[in-house]
């Protein structure tokens, strides 16, 4: 007889990232369960589950980071193969959540696709999404499912105090106009006072940096880190207004094909970045270091599971909060 919610539960891992999935797992007390997803020649995604799901809360893990569309697929035919074994629960979750940029019509006859794949995972049979650091948290409500979107900022935060990096002597900056609430979060945290970097071709120089940087040590903060741009562009403007040092984090590395060399050859000392992509290591610059965020997504599995309470995986050190 089963002596805990969390004992009627299988977790299984797609191929979007095996080695964060399996982190994850061993968080949540548990190995992964046994599938395969794979390409027939033509394409064709094929899935097989391994052992059986039926009347069981199952976890569905898959982060959609390169190849994109394929992930999606994946996870799209592993939901409906779950709803036909008979699953008693289906609670996708997705460390990177793709297309979660493309969330309103910027231009005339654009199609808001983060709102269709919020579609077409309920469509599916998904009962539940678990994700991190969507990239506007309106995207929850493309949902008629409950959405649990955790925030990546108290991790960071968590790195940077234990590594000494806080108080009057750092300025926390937004790279771009976007991002200032989640900059504004991060410099709550560190003590520390709040920078903006206003990128726009109006200005001669690219941009302009609104506050005060001069003989300070520098942390930019981003959600998605792709062509690395932002960052190479924000450093070199900081850099001239008198910066002495420039660190950088971000949720989700992609970092594209050229993002390697830019970052490398930009002014930023490091980038933090999470695990919940995975991509090749000669995409991965020099300068970036890894943080992961299992500990946080697996308690959030318990957490659903158990039916208690999510506040405190916002707050700092999430191994405090068991």
């Known amino acids: ?6 004992d009627n539960v299988k977790i299984f891992s797609l ?9 994850i797992a061993k968080v949540f007390g548990q190995e992964l369960g046994k599938c395969v997803a794979r390409q027939f020649s033509d394409g064709e995604i094929a899935i097989n589950i391994e052992e059986s799901v039926r ?24 939901i409906d193969a779950m709803k036909r074994a008979s699953a008693k629960s289906i609670n ?13 019509t910027a231009r005339p006859h654009e199609p808001i696709t983060a709102k269709l794949i919020a579609n077409m995972i309920t469509k599916a ?50 790279p771009k106009n976007s991002g200032v609430q989640r900059a504004r979060s991060l410099a709550e945290y ?27 040590k520098c942390i930019m903060v981003d959600d ?55 991509i090749d290591d000669s995409r991965k610059p020099n300068v970036v270091h890894y943080i992961t965020c299992a500990d946080l997504m697996g308690e959030a599995m318990k957490r659903i599971q158990e039916n208690t309470p999510m506040s405190p995986l916002f707050r700092l050190s999430i191994e405090d909060q068991k």
């Open 1 to 6: 007889m089963a002596n805990s919610a969390t």
């Open 15 to 23: 191929n979007g990232n095996q080695p964060l999935a399996a982190k």
């Open 55 to 78: 009347g069981v809360d199952t976890y569905l893990i898959q982060s959609t980071n390169q190849p994109v569309n394929d992930y999606y697929w994946e996870l799209l035919i592993m």
């Open 92 to 104: 996708v979750v997705l460390p990177y959540y793709a297309y979660a940029r493309q969330d309103r």
């Open 125 to 174: 049979g998904a009962t539940r999404v678990l994700t991190l650091d969507l990239h506007t948290v309106q995207v929850q409500g493309f949902f008629d499912i409950p959405v649990d979107n955790l925030f990546t900022i108290p991790l960071f935060a968590q790195y940077y105090l234990d590594q000494g990096m806080s108080g009057d002597d750092y300025v926390v900056v937004s």
């Open 190 to 216: 560190l003590g520390s006072t709040l920078a903006i970097v206003d990128q726009s071709d109006e200005y001669e120089a690219g941009g302009y940096v609104i506050g005060d940087v001069k003989g300070k």
């Open 224 to 278: 998605i880190l792709n062509t690395g741009q932002t960052f190479v562009k924000a450093s070199k403007l900081l850099t001239e207004q008198g910066a002495t040092e420039i660190y950088a984090c971000a949720s989700h590395a992609l970092l594209c094909e050229g993002a390697k060399a830019d970052l490398d050859a930009a002014p930023i000392q490091s980038i933090c970045v999470t695990d919940s992509c995975l």
